[in-house]
C-alpha cells in the first residue's frame, strides 16, 4: 500500500449506519464502495478487491457470515470485520470459523473498529473486549453437535434458509436464487429432518437460535 490509505468496502442494510461508518472512518481509509446486502457485497468485493471489509451480519438476500464464506472461495486471503449487534458468543464463534478477522459489536464501533481494522491489515484478530473470552473459547472448543450442523448444510441450504428467516415465500425464494420452487421445498425439507424439526417455523426458530442464519 505504500503511503496509501487502505481500501476499505463498506456493507451494511441501514444506510445511517453506512453515514456513521463514513465519518469515523474516512479520516485513515479509502472508502470504495458500499453494499447494502450479502449478495451486493459479494459483487462488490469482487469488483474492487478491497484491503478490508466491514460487514454486518444482518443483511438481507445473505447474510454477512454465508457472504464471507463465499468470498472465500475465491480469495483466500480477505479480510473481514464484521460489526454487529449480536453480542452473543454463537454469532461471535461462527464468524471467525467462516473466516472473519475480526467481531465487533457496534455499540463499541468508535472505540473499537479503527484498532480492529489495523489489527487485522497487520494479519492479526480482534474481538470485542466484552466477548472475547467467551468467544475465543467457544472457538476453541467446538461441541460435535456444532461441527455437525455446520456440515450438514451445504452452502445452498444455507441460502435457502437465511431467506426462510426474512420470511421470503418458496416463490420468492426460487427468484432470488434462479431455482426452482420444488427445489427450494426439496431444500427445506432435507433441512428440516436432518435438524430434526418438523414445522417451517421451528426450523426460522432453530436457525436463529444457533447462528445458521440472522434475522
Known amino acids: 500500500m505504500s503511503g496509501l490509505k487502505p481500501r476499505v468496502l463498506l456493507a451494511d442494510d441501514h444506510k445511517i449506519v453506512l453515514e456513521g461508518l463514513r465519518g469515523l472512518l474516512g479520516d485513515q481509509f479509502d472508502l470504495v464502495g458500499f453494499a447494502t446486502n450479502g449478495r451486493e457485497l ?3 468485493a469482487a469488483a474492487l478487491r478491497p484491503d478490508v471489509i466491514v460487514a454486518d451480519i444482518s443483511m438481507p438476500l445473505l447474510n454477512g457470515i454465508e457472504a464471507v464464506r ?3 472461495e475465491d480469495d483466500k486471503h480477505v479480510k473481514v470485520v464484521f460489526l454487529t449487534m449480536h453480542p452473543d458468543q454463537t454469532y461471535a464463534s461462527r464468524a471467525l470459523e467462516a473466516g472473519a478477522s475480526a467481531y465487533v459489536l457496534k455499540h463499541s464501533a468508535s472505540d473499537e473498529l479503527v484498532a480492529a ?5 497487520r494479519g492479526g484478530k480482534f474481538v470485542s ?3 472475547k473470552n467467551e468467544a475465543l473459547s467457544e472457538l476453541l472448543n467446538q461441541t460435535r453437535r456444532h461441527l455437525k ?3 450438514e448444510l451445504t452452502g445452498r441450504q ?4 437465511q431467506l426462510l428467516v426474512e420470511g421470503k415465500s418458496a416463490k420468492e425464494i426460487a427468484a432470488v436464487l434462479n431455482i426452482s420452487p420444488r427445489t427450494v421445498e426439496t431444500h427445506k425439507y ?5 435438524l430434526g424439526v418438523k414445522t417451517s417455523a421451528q426450523l426460522v426458530q432453530y436457525a436463529i ?4 442464519a440472522s434475522e
Open 42 to 44: 459479494i459483487t462488490q
Open 70 to 72: 463465499k468470498l472465500l
Open 117 to 121: 481494522i489495523h489489527e487485522v491489515l
Open 129 to 131: 473486549e466484552s466477548l
Open 149 to 151: 450442523e455446520t456440515i
Open 158 to 161: 444455507r441460502e435457502v434458509l
Open 190 to 194: 432435507q433441512m428440516m429432518d436432518d
Open 209 to 212: 437460535r444457533h447462528g445458521l
